[in-house]
């Protein structure tokens, strides 16, 4: 008999994840990788993933499916891989994508690591993504329901972690999971999503940086194109590329985060038509099954919600290049470009 282990965070998609596996006679377990405590973050609600709640919601799950339950401690690799990495990307001028980062170094790395010392076959997340294997390779492709597609945040995956995880929910919708949830009696059936990053569950990063870390940003000009001082920053970390609200510049016209400048503490505001660009380059990439030697036509998305735009892709040794066929609004250092071949995810690396 296969044996998997169910990542568990206590929602709905994980549990049926695991109704499902159950159902297919694999021998499971459940487990929630313990990757903070409230108080380490600041805060004292249970309203984040990972919290006691999450974890009573887990385990309420496994013994009504008849499963195991485990609760694995990674912290330390937590703060190390997506913490310190989140407040380090900040500082550097970019915005991170600690949601990949997560998937990355702790539930493909290192739960996959745990799952080889128990002995066991598979990982199993409810993440909305599939995994096809065709003639020996392993393909990552698009969820079924489109407006909950989880591919673009597993693009880092290799073929030996394609082929030992299972994404059982690919080929169902959100409302057909919340169905299944509530026909097997699963409490958390109608439990909404979690939205935020989930270190940061107020949306306030720069203020999470600062208590976690207990570091000061300074204040700074904001600037045109031109470098023409226009107003004071309150700290270059509180500000993203393409952000217009929050900025308290009175410019007689919509004025947005075009770029910051680290070493003179400058963040530069300027047009909607200043954000767009058409090219891009990127590192740190991962190629799901072969890397191309000549240029390609595919289509690549720069943000996790946007519309996947067609473009050309070329390498110079480990260094990608895209060039969209129309220019892309607020193409961001740090975040991930993510290409597709119609439902297939290519690979993916960070935007420089």
């Known amino acids: 008999m296969k044996k998997a282990i169910i990542a568990m965070s206590g929602g709905v998609d994980s549990s049926v994840a695991a109704y499902f596996m159950k159902d297919r006679g694999f021998d499971c377990i459940g487990a929630t990788m313990k990757l903070y405590d409230n108080e380490d973050i600041g805060i004292s609600s249970e309203k984040t993933c990972c919290s006691l709640s999450d974890i009573e919601d887990a385990r ?3 013994r009504r499916l008849g499963m195991p339950y485990y609760v694995f401690n990674f912290k330390d690799e937590f703060e190390e891989k997506v ?6 990307t900040y500082e550097a001028g970019a915005t991170p994508n600690p949601c990949i980062d997560c998937n990355r170094y702790l539930k493909f790395e290192k739960l996959m690591q745990r799952m080889k010392e128990l002995d066991y076959d598979y990982i199993v997340t409810g993440h909305y993504a599939d995994i096809e ?7 990552l492709k698009k969820g079924k329901d489109l407006s909950k597609d ?6 880092s995956l290799t073929q030996n972690q394609l082929s030992h995880t299972i994404f059982p929910l690919g080929k169902f919708s959100k409302s057909e999971i919340r169905e299944i949830a509530e026909r097997e009696g699963f409490l958390n059936a109608r439990k909404h999503d979690s939205q935020d990053i989930c270190f940061v569950p107020d949306g306030d990063y720069a203020k999470f940086i600062e208590e976690h870390f207990g570091k000061k940003y300074p204040d700074g000009d904001f600037v045109d194109i031109n470098g023409n001082v226009l107003g004071k920053h309150s700290g270059i970390i509180r500000y993203t590329i393409g952000q217009r609200k929050g900025l308290g510049i009175a410019a007689g016209k919509p004025v947005y985060v075009c770029k910051k400048n680290i070493e003179k503490n400058q963040v530069v505001l300027g047009s909607n038509e200043d954000l767009l660009s058409d090219f891009l380059e990127a590192e740190d990439f991962n190629w799901i099954y072969e890397k191309p030697v000549d240029k390609i036509k595919c289509k690549a998305k720069t943000r996790y919600n946007m519309t996947e735009q067609p473009c050309e892709v070329w390498c110079d040794g480990e260094r990608v290049f895209v060039k969209f066929d129309s220019p892309q609004r607020a193409v961001t250092s740090g975040q991930a470009v993510v290409l597709y071949d119609d439902e297939y995810v290519i690979g993916g690396g960070t935007i420089k």
Request: with cysteine; charged share 30%; proline share 0%.
């Open 83 to 88: 913490i310190d990495k989140f407040v380090k």
């Open 150 to 155: 989880q591919s673009y945040v597993l693009y």
């Open 60 to 62: 309420a799950v496994c």
């Open 133 to 139: 294997e065709k003639d020996g390779r392993f393909y």
